[in-house]
């Protein structure tokens, strides 16, 4: 059967991993394609690159860093930030990329999920979401999840996907930072309306949030950024506790 | 040489990275005369089929690779690459394909539907564990069970001559076929690791 994804996502400004230190068995935390090798071993499924520079020059070298990485590793690269338009998707998928996330880019113009799933193919296509409760209602954020859209979330990550995105990364602001496990409650309501891969992020904090989140229904993927980086869960160790916990996953 | 058909489908970036990772002269090429003189042929493919089939047809080179093929050249289609092996698709519509592979694409999710399950989401994306027949040269490196990266809604079927390796996804969903020297796989061994590379290592040396 399929198995569960386990992804960690790095953060690139300037060439270099944000929230890079404190990390042990790697020679520079803070080099990209040094980390992507080390996550590769341990066996990570799949690798998210934000790029969250802010000029051309750095978009540069961001993209040279892809390219270093996707001629050497060969799993399923997600990059994201800054995409706005077709060029943009281009430009990364052409130094290597498999798919694109886009966040803010879908909000300001949510044609760009429908432009890019008919020129590249659903696949490519990951609409990400930062989502927090307001008065009970799950909304949707933009700006990095500053500023309240005022939209229906769930009725977006619908709408996301009729529009052809491939997958839903769903992070949750309310339990992000927290590790006090995924917000299983809007990651079930987004899994009961999409029939779509989701990519629970925001809370992961143990090794047992990774297994509460795969036992519920429609979840398929499980991201996680400083919990890897700070070593405080090892990916290989927690793909083993999670087989003998009866997750299905890659060893 | 492995000359990797370019026919305006797809993204070569990792196909091309993986080869030379693993030391193998490959050129991206839209040339017969690159065809006749490469050792081994990779079809590459994401998209739909009619769209790629007739993008294929319109290099001219489908003659050319039928031929190389017929003198025991070896070649390998990789996910959509593979489907175009075969005779038809059923992918909106019915569309003839090159027939290398005895069978027919289908949709995964009527098939899915045909058997009676539910909840299982339609593409099948991501790792999968194969089964494979074991003294195919293809998987002289790999283990049974190994996981491969699938990203696909339409599968092969009726290919039971030709199936050389499978994954379960509520149904059999066909991994790799071969007749001859001709090889197929659903799954992007350029994207599948440690396990991938050492499928394209063992393609290198059938």
Redesign the interface.
Known sequence: ???K?IIPCLDVRNGRVVKGKNFEGIQDVSDPVEMARFY?REGA?ELVFYDITASVEERGLFTDIL?RV???I???LTVGGGINTLEDFDRV????A?KVSVNSGAIKNPDIIERAAKKY???CVVLSMDIKRVDGDFKLFAKGGRENTGVDALQWAKDGVERGA??LVVNSIDTDGVKGGFDLELQSEIAARV???IIASGGAGKMEDFSDLFKH??M??GLAASIFHYKEIRISDLKSYLKSQGVEV?L | MIAIIDYGVGNLFSLTASLRYLGAEAVVTGKKEDIEAADRIILPGVGAFEDAIAKLRDTGLVETIVNETAKGKPLLGICLGMQLLFQESREYGVHEGLGLIKGVIAPIDEDLKAEGIEGLKVPHIGWNALSFESDEPLFKYIKQGDCVYYVHSFYGKDCEESIIASSMYGIRITGAVRNGKVYGTQFHPEKSGEVGLNILKAFMEV
């Open positions: 059967m399929i198995t994804r590769n499924d390219k996707a001629s050497e060969f799993i399923p998928l052409k130094c290597g498999d193919g659903d696949q491939g997958e029939n779509v891969p229904k429609g398929d993927a890659r």
